[in-house]
Antibody, heavy 114, light 107 residues
Framework: EVQLVESGGGLIQPGGSLRLSCAASGFTVSSNYMSWVRQAPGKGLEWVSVIYSGGATDYADSVKGRFIVSRDNSKNTLYLHMNSLRVEDTALYYC????????WGQGTLVTVSS | EIVLTQSPDFQSVTPKEKVTITCRASQSIGRNLHWYQQKPDQSPKLLINYASQSFSGVPSRFSGSGSGTDFTLTINGLEAEDAATYYCHQSSSLPRTFGQGTKLEIK
């Protein structure tokens, strides 16, 4: 059974940094297209970033230059390093696996507020 | 950026009814269109990938069709448990984008 478990969310002040983790089981992070998708409270889904199996990465314009996606193959874990956080980054952050996002975690909530 | 526009935004339906949700892309995306169901306080779940392929374990009452710019999600014989918000999503090009969602309420 595939499981993706996110962690690392919390309350952070504007300008702060946070690192989210997504631990996978039954699914190999390094062999798959892995993404972060976020959902602001009461809103729809927004793609944030991707890391391809080959290691290349891509980002939404709204987070480019502030967020970095990475993975640790030995831990089968995906990360999202978030810097210079803004109030508008407040959202539930999901990791999603596979090219068609067939697998999702339960999400971790990031609240950016002073 | 490819914009996906779903219709309707909201629909109130009775059990056993047939429901159709449409998703229109601002440019051709081939068959790179996926459908998700999200129930309150739950993660999205993949229903249909690549326009018409049912994902593993998805009930047969869910089906998808379309290609290019126009796509449809159909629920044949709606059940009470289908109350949710449904999103379409394109994987044709970056940035990947989602439709705004269609909320289904069961009467």
């Amino acid at each position: 059974e595939v499981q993706l478990v996110e962690s690392g969310g919390g309350l952070i002040q504007p300008g702060g940094s946070l690192r989210l983790s997504c631990a996978a089981s039954g699914f190999t992070v390094s062999s798959n297209y892995m993404s972060w998708v976020r959902q602001a409270p009461g809103k729809g889904l927004e793609w944030v970033s991707v890391i391809y199996s080959g290691g290349a990465t891509d980002y939404a314009d709204s987070v480019k230059g502030r967020f970095i996606v990475s993975r640790d193959n030995s831990k089968n874990t995906l990360y999202l390093h978030m810097n210079s956080l803004r109030v508008e980054d407040t959202a539930l952050y999901y990791c999603a696996g596979g090219g068609d996002y067939g697998y999702w975690g339960q999400g971790t909530l990031v609240t950016v507020s002073s | 950026e490819i914009v996906l526009t779903q219709s309707p935004d909201f629909q109130s339906v009775t059990p056993k009814e047939k429901v159709t949700i449409t998703c229109r892309a601002s440019q051709s995306i081939g068959r790179n269109l996926h459908w998700y169901q999200q129930k309150p306080d739950q993660s999205p779940k993949l229903l249909i990938n690549y326009a018409s392929q049912s994902f593993s374990g998805v009930p047969s009452r869910f089906s998808g069709s379309g290609s290019g710019t126009d796509f449809t999600l159909t629920i044949n014989g709606l059940e009470a448990e289908d109350a949710a918000t449904y999103y379409c999503h394109q994987s044709s090009s970056l940035p990947r984008t989602f439709g705004q969602g269609t909320k289904l309420e069961i009467k």
